[in-house]
C-alpha cells in the first residue's frame, strides 16, 4: 500500500530469522507432547482460518457487484443525506458533511426518517459491508491471540495487518483525511472526488483480511482452502466459492508440504483448485468481474503511519470527581 507498506511487507523471504515455531523446518524435532500441542492448535486455528476466509470471500463477491452497480447510486444517496443534513438542526459542533461511518449511520436513519427509502438502502448496503468487516476484525483479533499463543513466525506482520484491518472499520475516524493509491482525486468527477474514499476504505479494508490471512496460513502452515473444499462450498453461493480459490490462487501461498501436515493431522491431502472433484461450474451468467479478488493494482488508500483508531469520547465523572475532592478539602479544613 504504497511505499510504506512496501517497506513493511518484506515478504516471507525477510523472514528467515524470525523467532517461533516454523511449521516448515520444525515439525521433525517435535517430541510426542509437543505434536499433540501442535494437533491441537492446529485444529483450533483450521476454525478461524476456514470461519475468516469463507465469509471474506462472500464480502468480496458482494463488494464487486456493489462497485459494479450499487457505486453511483450511493454516491448520489449521500449528497442526498448531506443535503438534508445541511436542511436539519444539527448538534453544536456538528457538520452537515458525512465524516465519519458513525455519522453516516445517523444520515441513512435520517433519509429513513424523510421517507427517502431508496436512497437509505443504498447507504445500507454499503453499511452492511463495512459492519461485517468490522465484526470479522474482531474475530481476526482472536485468531491472532491464540497463533500468539502457540509461537508461530510472523506474529510482527501478522499483527500490521491485523491492526490495519481494524483501523480501516473504525466508526469514528474520518477517512476524507487520507490519500489515495493508484489514482489522482484530479481526475475524478465531483461525486467522486467527495464519496469515494467511503468505498474504497471499504477495498482497502478487504485487501488488508487478505494480507492477514495469508500470512496467517504461511505462519501455521495451514492452507485457506480446508482439506474438504466441498464443505465450505455448502456454506456458500457458487460464485462466492469461486471468488474463494481465486483469492487463494492470487496469494500464491507457501506453507508446510501437504504430505507432512497430512501426516500430523491424520488427514487427507488438499487437492488443487483445479481439481475435478471441486467441481465448480461455468459461470457464464455471472461478469468475471464481479469474480475478482481484490489484488494491489486497483484505486485504494494509502496507509497512514498508525492504524485509524477511534476518537476517544469525553469521559464522564472527571468534574464530579473534582467536585467531591474539593469538598471533602474543604470539609478537612473546616473540621481543623
Not at 228 to 256: G, N, S
Not at 288 to 315: A, C, Q, S, Y
Request: glycine share 8%; net charge positive; proline share 4%.
Amino acid at each position: 500500500m504504497g511505499d510504506s507498506d512496501s517497506e513493511r511487507d518484506l515478504g516471507s523471504d525477510g523472514e528467515e530469522n524470525e523467532a517461533g515455531f516454523d511449521p516448515n523446518k520444525d515439525l521433525e524435532n517435535m517430541t510426542e507432547k509437543e505434536k499433540k500441542k501442535w494437533d491441537k492448535s492446529l485444529k483450533s486455528w483450521r476454525l478461524f482460518i476456514d470461519f475468516l476466509f469463507r465469509h471474506t470471500s462472500i464480502i468480496t463477491y458482494r463488494y464487486n457487484i456493489f462497485e459494479s452497480d450499487g457505486l453511483t447510486p450511493f454516491m448520489m444517496a449521500m449528497e442526498k443525506a448531506e443535503l438534508l443534513r445541511g436542511q436539519t438542526k444539527l448538534k453544536k459542533g456538528e457538520e452537515a458533511r458525512i465524516s465519519s461511518i458513525k455519522v453516516m449511520h445517523e444520515a441513512c436513519d435520517l433519509l429513513a426518517k424523510q421517507k427517502h427509502l431508496v436512497e437509505a438502502n443504498r447507504i445500507k448496503s454499503y453499511l452492511d459491508l463495512a459492519g461485517r468487516m468490522r465484526s470479522l476484525g474482531t474475530i481476526a483479533g482472536g485468531f491472532f491471540k491464540a497463533m500468539k499463543k502457540g509461537k508461530v513466525r510472523g506474529l510482527d506482520k501478522i499483527k500490521h495487518y491485523l491492526e490495519y484491518w481494524k483501523g480501516f472499520c473504525v466508526r469514528s475516524f474520518d477517512y476524507t483525511e487520507l490519500t489515495f493509491r493508484n489514482a489522482d482525486p484530479a481526475n475524478f468527477n465531483g461525486l467522486e472526488r467527495k464519496y469515494l474514499v467511503w468505498p474504497t476504505v471499504l477495498k482497502t479494508a478487504l485487501y488488508l483480511s487478505n494480507r492477514f490471512l495469508k500470512r496467517a496460513s504461511e505462519s501455521t502452515g495451514l492452507q485457506l482452502m480446508a482439506s474438504d473444499p466441498k464443505e465450505m462450498q455448502k456454506h456458500m453461493q457458487m460464485a462466492e466459492f469461486v471468488v474463494a480459490t481465486r483469492i487463494e490462487d492470487m496469494l500464491q501461498q507457501k506453507v508446510a508440504p501437504v504430505e507432512t501436515r497430512s501426516i500430523l493431522l491424520g488427514g487427507p491431502s488438499i487437492p488443487k483448485v483445479d481439481d475435478p472433484l471441486m467441481k465448480i461450474p461455468a459461470m457464464e451468467e455471472i461478469n468475471p468481474e464481479m469474480l475478482k479478488p481484490i489484488d494491489d493494482g486497483g484505486t485504494m488508500m494509502n496507509l497512514p503511519e498508525e492504524p485509524p483508531k477511534e476518537k476517544k469520547g469525553r469521559k464522564n465523572g472527571k468534574k464530579g470527581k473534582k467536585g467531591k475532592s474539593s469538598s471533602a478539602s474543604g470539609h478537612k479544613k473546616k473540621k481543623k
